[in-house]
């Protein structure tokens, strides 16, 4: 964060987003369980679009379930057949993506690119014009941006502040991971991802059935042993937190579980795993830190002043990550400067819970590790669900 400022704003060209922009295909994969989400994002996503004034581009919506989406310029539906399968027995989210590089369903040249999107995903003006300055650069290869989690709106403050911590990450480990070491060093999200065609049907998602829990890790690393440069987008793109802390527990736990099969199989040479290894070793050991935050009043522990030091700036660095995730993740037409601090700082007294969470589903993944399971959380809100079933629900 001292190194790449997380206030500065996103170099805006509307002539260029609409005269000089190779084409985008925005990728949307979908079980097709929550339909009306599905048309309600991408009309707004179409709009935002039409705002910026980008005109060579491409909603995909991929699902297992048909939408019956009308299709338009804009948009195109593809339904993955119950009976496609990949040569290694490819599973879930990677099983659809996959599908889609098969010579009878891609429409796209090597040169094109692809804007991963999950189907609650809401563009930005900042989020589409950094990627048009992206692609526009020529050695750019893959990329990813920021994540907020409540400037599209909040169905649960618990979970929505405590993924702030998400939004911190993005900014600061992530960023510097993308922007200065140029490779996925630390992890990778499966949303927000743009990538140029040739990349992803020269690596494809065909990982295997244990692989495919976390296809988005796999891609990277993947990518990252075949040599291809990464950086990062600028922009924000906003999502929404899950709705419920047992869905959140249910996110982490699938998390967990995928990276276990790719940290520890041996499909990628150990390099690539450099930092995400004790990254996920400290995961699994979480539990500990929740302990030892308890039993030193029963069972204390005689700390030097060098400890007491360390252990003291260690703290105050993830309390701080936490505060300024939930400060930058708000959205600033809604709330003032003064209430994004206050929420900010009041986040901080929720850390326990946050420990606590991460530390169950982490136990809960380890258990189930060798259950190949894809949890699906609740993604329509109230106002979704409470909308009439209607043919046709997006217009271009």
Excluded at 108 to 118: C, E, F, T, Y
Aim: aromatic share 14%; net charge positive; with cysteine.
């Amino acid at each position: 964060m001292l190194i790449y400022n997380p206030f500065k704003k996103v170099k805006r060209n509307n002539r260029q987003a609409a005269t000089e922009t190779p084409f985008i295909c925005f990728r949307v994969v979908t079980r097709g369980l929550f339909p009306k989400l599905v048309a309600d994002v991408t009309e707004k996503n179409l709009e935002i679009c039409r705002n910026v004034g980008i005109k060579n581009f491409k909603f995909e919506i991929v699902t297992d379930h048909p939408l019956n989406i009308q299709s338009f310029n804009y948009v195109r539906e593809v339904t993955v057949p119950r009976d496609y399968h990949t040569p290694n027995g490819t599973l879930f989210k990677a099983r659809a993506l996959h599908y889609c590089l098969t010579q009878k369903i891609n429409i796209l040249s090597p040169d094109d690119w692809i804007v991963h999107l999950d189907e609650e995903t809401l563009l930005s003006e900042s989020a589409l014009h950094g990627i048009v300055n992206f692609v526009s650069v020529p050695d750019s290869n893959i990329g990813q941006g920021v994540i907020t989690y409540a400037r599209s709106g909040v169905e649960n403050w618990l979970t929505t502040l405590l993924d702030g911590i998400r939004v911190a990450l993005d900014y600061g480990l992530f960023r510097l991971a993308l922007q200065f070491f140029h490779r996925p060093v630390f992890g990778f999200k499966g949303s927000y991802i743009v990538v140029k065609m040739g990349i992803e049907e020269k690596i494809g998602f065909d990982f295997g059935p244990k692989e495919s829990i976390a296809e988005d890790l796999r891609f990277a690393l993947a990518a990252w042993h075949s040599g291809y440069r990464f950086d990062f987008v600028e922009g924000v793109m906003k999502e929404r937190s899950t709705f419920s802390l047992a869905d959140f527990v249910k996110q982490r736990k699938r998390w967990f579980m995928g990276h276990f099969h790719i940290v520890w199989g041996n499909t990628l040479p150990l390099y690539c795993k450099c930092a995400v290894m004790p990254m996920h070793i400290s995961c699994m050991l979480l539990w500990t830190n929740v302990l030892n935050s308890v039993l030193p009043v029963w069972l204390p522990v005689p700390l030097s002043k060098w400890q007491l030091l360390i252990y003291a700036l260690l703290t105050f660095h993830v309390f701080f990550l936490l505060a300024f995730g939930n400060f930058m993740s708000l959205c600033p037409r809604r709330y003032s400067v003064l209430l994004r601090v206050i929420i900010g700082f009041l986040s901080q007294f929720l850390m326990p819970v946050l420990g606590l969470a991460e530390a169950y589903s982490t136990i809960k993944g380890f258990r189930d590790r060798n259950k190949l399971t894809f949890d699906i959380v609740q993604k329509e809100t109230k106002d979704h669900l409470n909308q009439k079933q209607v043919n046709g629900l997006i217009t271009v």
